[in-house]
């Protein structure tokens, strides 16, 4: 299944150390207007994995009790510049894009996807060769496709899946 993107520029640039404060002050705001149906906000994505290349956009992903009711939140969400995208091609999830600079991606508790995440995250932190071997990948794709953000996702697909099996090998082993 194909999901429509809108067009932008790929971009992808150094590791920026400002990345962990824009992640902290914005999950503030969000636990505040997600209120108690909050559990965790994590910050995931390449912005969270030190000194590789990213799209410079803040990823975070939200741990919620209920995610039926981040459908009747999503007012709170647009009040603070985000707009609701739905599940946008994955199941159980609520995800929500702040101009070009949040994405945020909701699950309940005990979602596969929470973990998923996590690990992969975990897994490029502790293993800095792997995490440079996905930054160079995402220069090289970058370059290559400057004006499609489908490509650029596409042929990075295979690379996160291998890493995502690793990662959760990984994690099952600690």
Known sequence: MSIKVDFFKVEVVPHDPNWRSAFETESKLIALALRENVVAIHHIGSTAIPQIHAK???DMLVEVKDILKIDTQSSEMEALGYQAMGEFGISGRRYFRKDRTHHIHSFEVGSPQIERHLA???????????????????????????????????????????????AAKWRASH
């Open 120 to 166: 992969f995250r975990d897994y490029m932190i502790t293993h800095s060769e792997a995490a440079q071997e996905y930054s160079e990948l995402k220069r090289k794709l970058a370059e290559k496709y400057p004006d499609n953000i489908e490509a650029y996702m596409d042929e990075k697909d295979g690379f996160i899946k291998a890493m995502d099996l690793k």
């Open 56 to 58: 410079p956009i803040i």
